[in-house]
């Protein structure tokens, strides 16, 4: 064996020295060597090589005894005293001499390069089979952080060996079919970059759930970013959409949750860790800026572009310098994989008591008696298909993890292991609840649901669910645009394979009760506010200099967001349509909304927008689409107005709108309206003058048609969009619409529920229905039939 292949630096590696180095320090090599003309900042280093880690198991029969205690294991001897007495055999059996002389000339020269005296540098241990396409080896072998001199670097060293044989490690090669002794180690040392000062995170190049393509997910919290890959914390979450990151003058970041960051790991004396509190204020800031955001995801996609896969990037920010590096790289290995265009939906057919919520980690359903823990136990002590309730994850529970139908967390966020791992274990799982080990009740069956959006839930009692599957390639193709209704900006991410022809109605006044929470005219006049509801709105725009900036930030990055889910597709979004009872139960809006009657027909929709009572409050709403029309650049957005009662109410609202800087036509700017009201239909020809199309909301329209109040129960035999006055004011409209130049669309759920219905549309020649994500498949279906129908002369009139 050359002298020299010991100890490599990283300056001499690359990607394709995985069989030399292990995946990970070979990422590190390829990106120091290949991506640094790219700006991409990496801490330097060297890395032992797999020969090195051979020289040690050929030193006195440990390669010997280590095969014998490993087929121990195959005859039933338990699996903690097999790995206690390999990694004890490793650690009893000196490193060779060569070995350890050339980790210090490493440690040396690195030192040399820093201008340092014994620098800190991590350890980490890089195994030659992890990070390959089928299978991800990360964590499960052991790393040092904050290690100084030679002395304490060789015993890291060492440690990082023995680490090969974890009770963790061991458990996940039998599972995936690796031979252990034809997996090497191999040692990575790196500068440290003092993010104990600063802050640390992941980037995944998709988006972890939803395996979204288009999302650029960044996870940031204080301190050294263990936290945020053990899961100790829940960590702030960014998304940036990866096509406005090609124009330097777009914003791309079109998420930013702060999370609650509870703690942070810091140095400690003596070379090691410590987990220590964060204060107020750190848990109420971003970790990063949009730029910074920005920066990490442009690199992250420079890596992504590099490898031709997805990947999983770590990163940390220096607290002295303000400086951002890439400390590890590696192929993400799950979402990934997961190709074709079969859609596996769950949806409840039960109920149940909601016990805990947190952050739904996939899309399954699981259930089973409660089984928690405070730390990991024998396999013998936690039932197979049991629901795994714990604080929190790391590698040395995934034994019990493969065998639970559903894990539960109190603290991590989506890239925390606890995501990770139920994600690669297909295993629904829900994190971050804050509570869950307190709640949930030992031994007692529960649901866990992660297919209601991006908050999973856990139900008491074994909730009833159904499974469907569906080829989304099957799917015929339509005339009509069959479009998507859509609110959570959170789950917009969910949707992205089927083929729907844009967002046909998106829904402000969701994510202004979700997203924002507070009442806009309240952020505008505080002075109206009694002192503890404006302490409420102080809490809530916490971090923001203006208060008004915080709703026109976070409802702007949640349009955004939906915007992005069908870019370049069009996202047409109803501006707020609260009821007066609505807005009042927004935060700070008692003081600015009248008591009302009949709200269903009250102060709503477009005679809101150009009153004194609300004209502060509708500026904020523009204020945020021009955000993400202008600053974003997200142009798919189509404005559109509701409940529009008159054409001089129109002319009013479009009025303010262009005051707003959201002028009719400008920048391509279209502005809709909804028919929802008799004179929309009769006085058509004057809206189509003003607007540049239509959306028929049936539920209204049948109620104010047919005089029939559609919330009530005593009346509900009498509302039907089939009663020939509604369909006859659908078709005059279309016609009328149709001569102007103007599209037509639906949305409802009327023709989700009855073929007919669609058919009539059809035939009526409207543009597009739009229709709730799980409706999608059977609209498309009812559509494409109907449509065949009529083209073959046997579509009859359906009502």
Not at 12 to 25: H, I, M, Q, S, T
Not at 35 to 41: D, N, S, Y
Not at 566 to 580: E, G, M, N, Q, Y
């Amino acid at each position: 064996m050359s002298p020299n292949r010991r100890v490599v630096p990283f300056t001499g590696l690359g990607r394709a020295d995985v069989g030399l180095v292990g995946g990970k320090n070979a990422s590190l090599g390829e990106m120091i060597t290949r991506l640094a003309p790219a700006g991409i900042k990496v801490p330097d280093g060297f890395a032992t090589t797999a020969d090195a880690y051979r020289e040690l198991l050929g030193t006195g029969g440990l390669r010997r005894r280590t095969a014998d205690r490993l087929a121990a294991l195959h005859e039933g001897a338990p699996l903690s005293e097999v790995g206690t007495a390999i990694r004890a055999d490793i650690l009893a059996t000196p490193l060779p001499p060569a070995l350890a002389e050339e980790i210090g000339e490493g440690y040396a020269r690195l030192a040399h390069e820093a201008g340092r005296t014994d620098p800190d540098v991590a350890v980490r241990s890089s195994a030659t089979a992890e990070d390959l396409p089928e299978a991800s080896f990360a964590g499960q072998q052991e790393t040092f952080l904050n290690v100084s001199g030679g002395q304490a670097l060789l015993e890291a060293c060492h440690h990082c060996y023995a680490s090969l044989f974890t009770d963790r490690a061991i458990d996940y090669r039998e599972r995936m079919h690796f031979d252990h002794l034809a997996v090497a180690l191999s040692v990575g040392v790196q500068l440290m970059v003092r993010s104990d000062l600063g802050g640390a995170g992941v980037v995944f190049t998709l988006d972890t759930e939803t395996g979204f393509p288009g999302a650029v997910v960044v996870d940031a919290a204080w301190g050294l970013g263990e936290s945020v890959v053990s899961g100790q914390v829940d960590p702030d979450e960014y998304v940036a959409f990866k096509p406005l990151l090609e124009d330097p003058a777009r914003n791309p970041v079109i998420r930013a949750e702060t999370g609650r960051k509870a703690r942070k790991v810091v140095y400690a004396e003596g070379g090691s860790t410590r987990t220590v509190d964060t204060t107020p204020a750190e848990q109420a800031a971003r970790v990063l800026d949009d730029a910074e955001v920005r920066q990490l995801a442009e690199w992250a996609v420079t890596v992504e572009k590099h490898y031709g896969a997805p990947m999983d990037v770590e990163w940390a920010k220096d607290g002295r310098t303000d400086e951002i590096f890439l400390v590890q790289a590696r192929p993400e290995t799950v979402r990934s994989r997961r190709r074709g265009t079969v859609l596996r939906r769950y949806r409840l057919t039960g109920t149940g008591e909601r016990l805990v919520t947190g952050i739904a980690v996939g899309e399954a359903v699981g259930a089973g008696p409660v089984c928690a823990l405070a730390e990991p136990v024998g396999l013998e002590r936690f039932p197979n298909g049991s629901v795994l309730v714990t604080p929190v994850t790391d590698p040395d529970w995934e034994p019990l993890m493969k065998r639970a139908a559903a894990i539960v967390t109190d603290h991590g966020g989506r890239t925390s292991h606890a995501a990770i791992v139920s994600r690669e274990l297909g295993v629904p799982a829900v994190v971050g609840t804050g509570d869950a080990t307190a709640v949930l009740p030992e031994g007692r069956p529960v649901t866990v649901s992660c297919a209601e959006g991006a908050e999973g839930h856990v139900y008491a009692g074994l909730v009833d669910h159904e499974v469907t599957e569906v080829d989304l390639a099957d799917l015929p193709r339509t005339r009509t645009r069959v479009m998507l209704n859509l609110a959570d900006p959170a789950a917009a991410f969910r949707w992205w394979q089927l083929p729907a022809d844009g967002v046909g109605l998106a829904r402000m006044e969701f994510m202004v009760a979700h997203q924002v929470k507070v009442h806009p005219m309240a952020l505008v006049h505080p002075e109206r506010l009694v002192r503890y509801v404006r302490r409420q709105v102080d809490r809530f725009t916490e971090g923001y200099a203006d208060p008004a900036e915080y709703f026109t930030d976070r409802l702007a990055r949640g349009i955004a967001t939906i915007a992005a889910s069908r870019w370049p597709a069009p996202v047409i979004l109803r501006t707020s349509d609260f009821k007066t009872n609505e807005y009042a139960k927004l935060v700070g809006g008692g003081p600015f909304e009248p008591a009302e009657a009949n709200p269903m027909i009250g102060w709503r929709g477009a005679s809101r927008y150009y009153s004194d009572g609300y004209r502060d409050g509708f500026a904020l709403e523009c204020r945020a689409i021009s955000r993400v029309r202008q600053e974003f650049g997200l142009t798919n957005v189509v404005v559109m107005i509701p409940f529009c009662r008159t054409p001089h109410e129109a002319d009013r609202v479009l009025e303010v709108m262009a005051q707003e800087g959201l002028e009719r036509g400008r920048d391509g700017l279209k502005v809709y309206v909804m028919a929802e009201i008799p004179a929309n239909i009769l006085l058509a020809e004057e809206f189509a003058e003003r607007f540049d199309g239509f959306s028929i909301g049936s539920n209204d329209l049948t109620q104010l048609t047919l005089g029939v109040d559609r919330d009530s129960a005593e009346l509900a035999h009498l509302f039907d969009e089939n009663n020939r006055a509604v369909t006859r004011s659908i078709e005059h409209l279309i016609a009328v619409a149709h001569t102007a130049g103007r599209p037509v669309g639906l949305c409802g759920q009327r023709p989700s529920d009855d073929p007919d219905f669609a058919a009539f549309l059809v035939r009526a020649g409207i543009d597009s229905l739009s229709v709730a994500p799980d409706s999608f498949v059977t609209v498309k279906q009812h559509v494409a039939a109907a449509e065949r129908e009529f083209a073959t002369g046997t579509l009859e009139d359906a009502a």
